[in-house]
């Protein structure tokens, strides 16, 4: 992502890591019943229904439902079968929670971060977001970029 397409957005940490991937924006999802063991989106009330998460950006507001979802998204990271990076607009819980425990496992670090509700939706109608805050503390300011290109 390089030249005029790229913007970048500022965010906070709330799991360091590195990632890209192409931008997937969905609606708030329960990663308990909600997301298969392969990451495809399970929940048939979801209007991302049978879409995948694996490889993506992951852009939501928040997770929903049970706190058990922490240990569906460890596993999903675990099994290379979990979003690239996600980036919410209200800290959650149950995300970190998941990150913590695969990081602890695997050793693999899916960054989280947390941006404005407006930014949340100007990121969620880009091609592709990378975040690189491996070294950044948690609560720490990092920057999202974002490919705006067609």
């Known amino acids: 992502m390089t030249g005029d397409q790229t913007d970048l957005v500022v965010a906070r940490v709330l799991h360091p890591g590195s990632g890209s991937g192409r931008t997937f924006s969905i609606a708030p999802v329960s990663f308990w019943g909600g997301v298969d063991a392969d990451g495809t989106v399970a929940d048939v009330h979801h209007p991302a229904h049978g879409e995948s998460l694996t490889g993506r950006a992951l852009v939501l507001e928040t997770s929903k439902g049970s706190s ?37 496992i695997s050793g693999i670090r899916l960054p989280v971060v947390q941006v404005t509700r407006g930014d949340l939706v100007r990121l969620g109608e880009t091609r592709a977001l990378t975040v690189d805050c491996a070294e950044t503390p948690i609560g720490q300011l990092t920057r999202v970029g974002a490919d705006r290109s067609p």
């Open 68 to 104: 058990s979802g922490s240990s569906v998204l460890a596993e999903l990271i675990v099994t290379g079968q979990a979003p690239a990076l996600i980036v919410v607009s209200e800290p959650d819980a149950v995300i970190v929670s998941g990150c913590l425990a695969a990081a602890e």
